[in-house]
């Protein structure tokens, strides 16, 4: 099914072979297209494991308040605090990204994509990726394809600091290619390749709205300072529509402090009022690199680099949701950018 925009044309068709990037067509992740189905085996597991992963703060709460009671929890919550003590390095593990349970849950959440440009081998890009949204359920999946989407070059990726601070989140993360969210870490990164970053980071996740979706990028430069200074091949707008459909939080009132505390605060509920994510899809739209121009912080244009690049990025993220809104159903769903 054919759907015109403004500025392209898409196609829609199922999952083609890894080495292949057909640009301006939607593809449907592990084989799937828009009408297939999970197996009872693939959903059952998906979503035990999904709520594994998103609950896992509850569980760690749960296995605390055990080992007061009972010896069991208490030698399971000694391991898991134990491996807090090894170190997290962002290994890339191949293995571990093409694992057939990340599989379930791209089927779970009928993943799919849209490159608008190719990739090109031994670029270092910054994926500017958006929205959060309560959980970034959205750049997860797409982290676990990225040497799918993306064969020729590594990417890496930023996370909360906290979540290196939380037993079993660590690893997992590091495992994806993740490291805290420092400069240091991000240009560190930057040296071995791509980098993703979700700029709006632990703000988006109280920005929920029903009617529209609501983005924190006019006061995020950051990313934009570190890829000047280090002379990024570019840097790519990347939205993930339906990511914020997937859970909710409560208390709202929790935003503030969760921002300066740099750590989620509240409750994270989806089916049921439980921290079981909602069987929505996920469509990842990826936009054409902005080009940029290697500026030390030193010289005099830095600030009008970063001004520039900062102010493409805003212009090609608005024009990158408008072109494939109405392919995911959202043309009456407006972007904010705050």
Same mark, same amino acid.
């Given at each position: 099914?054919?759907?015109?925009?403004?500025?392209?044309? !898409?196609?829609?068709?199922? #999952?083609?072979? !890894?080495?292949?990037?057909?640009?301006?067509?939607?593809? $449907?992740?592990?084989?799937?297209?828009?009408?297939?189905?999970?197996?009872?085996?693939?959903?059952?597991?998906?979503?035990?494991?999904?709520? &594994?992963?998103?609950?896992?703060?509850?569980? @760690?709460?749960?296995?605390?308040?055990?080992?007061?009671?009972?010896?069991?929890?208490? @030698?399971?919550?000694?391991?898991?605090?134990?491996?807090?003590?090894?170190?997290?390095?962002?290994?890339?593990?191949?293995?571990?990204?093409?694992?057939?349970?990340? #599989?379930? $849950?791209?089927?779970?959440?009928?993943?799919?994509? @849209?490159?608008?440009?190719?990739?090109?081998?031994?670029?270092?890009?910054?994926?500017?990726?958006?929205?959060? /949204?309560?959980?970034?359920?959205?750049?997860?999946?797409?982290?676990?394809?990225? *040497?799918?989407?993306?064969?020729?070059?590594?990417?890496?990726?930023?996370?909360?600091? #906290?979540?290196?601070?939380?037993?079993?989140?660590?690893?997992?993360? &590091?495992?994806?290619?993740?490291?805290?969210?420092?400069?240091?870490?991000?240009?560190?990164?930057?040296?071995?390749?791509?980098?993703?970053?979700?700029?709006?980071?632990?703000?988006?996740?109280?920005?929920?709205?029903?009617?529209?979706?609501?983005?924190?990028?006019?006061?995020?430069?950051?990313?934009?300072?570190?890829?000047?200074?280090? /002379?990024?091949?570019?840097?790519?707008?990347?939205?993930?529509?339906?990511?914020?459909?997937?859970?909710?939080?409560?208390?709202?009132?929790?935003?503030?402090?969760?921002?300066?505390?740099?750590?989620?605060?509240?409750?994270?509920?989806?089916?049921?009022?439980?921290?079981?994510?909602?069987?929505?899809?996920?469509?990842?739209?990826?936009?054409?690199?902005?080009?940029?121009?290697?500026?030390?912080?030193?010289?005099?244009?830095? *600030?009008?680099?970063?001004?520039?690049?900062?102010?493409?990025?805003?212009?090609? @993220? *608005?024009?990158?949701?408008?072109?494939?809104?109405?392919?995911?159903?959202?043309?009456?769903?407006?972007?904010?950018? *705050?």
């Amino acid at each position: 099914m054919g759907v015109a925009t403004n500025a392209t044309h !898409l196609k829609e068709t199922a #999952s083609h072979p !890894l080495e292949t990037h057909e640009c301006n067509v939607r593809i $449907w992740s592990d084989g799937q297209t828009r009408d297939s189905k999970m197996t009872w085996l693939e959903l059952v597991v998906a979503v035990i494991t999904l709520t &594994a992963y998103t609950g896992w703060i509850h569980i @760690l709460m749960l296995l605390g308040i055990s080992a007061v009671f009972w010896q069991v929890p208490r @030698l399971i919550l000694i391991v898991l605090l134990s491996t807090l003590l090894l170190p997290a390095r962002p290994v890339l593990w191949t293995s571990f990204n093409r694992s057939w349970v990340f #599989s379930t $849950w791209r089927k779970y959440f009928k993943f799919s994509y @849209l490159l608008e440009a190719p990739s090109k081998p031994g670029s270092r890009l910054v994926m500017a990726e958006f929205p959060h /949204g309560v959980f970034p359920m959205g750049p997860l999946l797409a982290g676990t394809l990225c *040497q799918i989407l993306f064969p020729d070059f590594n990417i890496f990726s930023l996370a909360a600091s #906290s979540v290196f601070s939380v037993p079993g989140w660590r690893h997992f993360v &590091a495992w994806m290619g993740s490291m805290p969210a420092t400069r240091s870490n991000y240009r560190l990164l930057l040296s071995k390749g791509s980098v993703a970053v979700i700029v709006g980071g632990i703000a988006e996740m109280f920005l929920q709205h029903p009617h529209k979706q609501i983005v924190k990028l006019l006061t995020r430069k950051g990313f934009v300072e570190v890829a000047v200074e280090e /002379g990024a091949d570019g840097v790519v707008p990347v939205y993930h529509f339906g990511n914020t459909d997937v859970l909710d939080i409560f208390p709202q009132c929790m935003g503030r402090l969760s921002r300066r505390m740099r750590a989620a605060g509240g409750f994270m509920y989806g089916v049921a009022g439980l921290p079981v994510p909602r069987r929505k899809p996920i469509y990842m739209v990826t936009g054409s690199p902005i080009q940029i121009a290697k500026t030390s912080r030193n010289e005099a244009g830095f *600030q009008a680099e970063v001004d520039r690049v900062h102010g493409l990025v805003v212009k090609e @993220l *608005q024009a990158l949701y408008d072109r494939h809104k109405a392919s995911f159903g959202w043309q009456d769903k407006p972007l904010e950018i *705050q």
